[in-house]
């Protein structure tokens, strides 16, 4: 299975489970994903989700080979309505469960592994977890979920897209991207005792507090400013279609098969 499912003390655990390709995603990862946290997200018994991976790293991001053959012929609409849907929508939706959640980072978090821990209220990283966005070498400015700025400021974040470099745990708490940076042995141990914790709180102050947060940050420009970024990461798809097409993402597999 891509992804596994658990309750236990008020906590569901959302775990990523394609470790032999540490953990890339790829269409059927991305529904189950979403087909959990829609699970917790209605249970009522549940008052904290927790999303982890299994393995040494979090997310290799999107799985670029897929799960068949490439078509001969690949349009920005086909590229538009499969991004929207499956990358923006999904991210947004996790971001908006009325639930606290918290993510646990370990190894490399690349690209779109950003647009699965981003959407989650808190970040708890291992002292190896590693964040980056490479995909400027593919001529687009950033991923779909175009966190970056929110998330790290954005001298920061235009160095990150600049350079692909990755961020480290410490760099990402200092910018207040991370919540917490553990041993990467305490990874899951640390994650839980701070989800208990959350979920002995009165889930309505919890939904509350979480929704003053966020429609805060959707005041001061966060919705629009995502809703917009993610067309101009289209223009970087239209472009390399036009110039490449998609032979071009080969670099980044290419870089991707030293994590596994």
Request: with cysteine.
């Amino acid at each position: 299975m891509n992804v596994l499912y658990d309750v236990a003390d008020k906590v569901a655990t959302i775990t990523l489970n394609r470790p032999e390709v540490a953990n890339a995603q790829n269409r059927e990862l991305l529904d189950a994903l979403d087909a959990a946290w829609t699970t917790a997200a209605d249970d009522p018994d549940v008052a904290v989700i927790v999303l982890r991976a299994e393995g040494k790293h979090f997310s290799a991001g999107h799985d670029l080979n897929g799960t068949g053959s490439r078509p001969d012929r690949i349009t920005l609409e086909a590229v538009y309505e499969g991004e929207a849907r499956r990358y923006l929508e999904y991210s947004l939706r996790w971001r908006n469960v009325p639930k606290p959640s918290i993510a646990a980072v370990q190894g490399r978090c690349i690209a779109g592994g950003l647009l699965l821990c981003w959407p989650c209220d808190l970040i708890v990283a291992a002292d190896d977890a590693k964040f980056s966005d490479p995909v400027v070498m593919m001529g687009i400015g950033g991923v779909e979920y175009h966190g970056h700025t929110w998330e790290l400021g954005p001298r920061k974040a235009k160095e990150i897209l600049f350079t692909g470099r990755p961020v480290t745990a410490d760099e990402a708490e200092k910018t207040g991207m991370v919540n917490l940076v553990v041993p990467r042995s305490e990874l899951d141990r640390r994650t839980a005792e701070l989800a208990r914790t959350i979920a002995e709180m009165p889930t309505f102050g919890l939904r509350q507090a979480k929704r003053a947060v966020n429609q805060t940050l959707d005041i001061q420009g966060f919705y629009a400013a995502i809703q917009s970024v993610f067309d101009i990461h289209q223009t970087g798809h239209g472009n390399a279609l036009s110039v490449n097409g998609y032979p071009i993402l080969m670099k980044l597999e290419e870089m991707k098969k030293n994590l596994t």
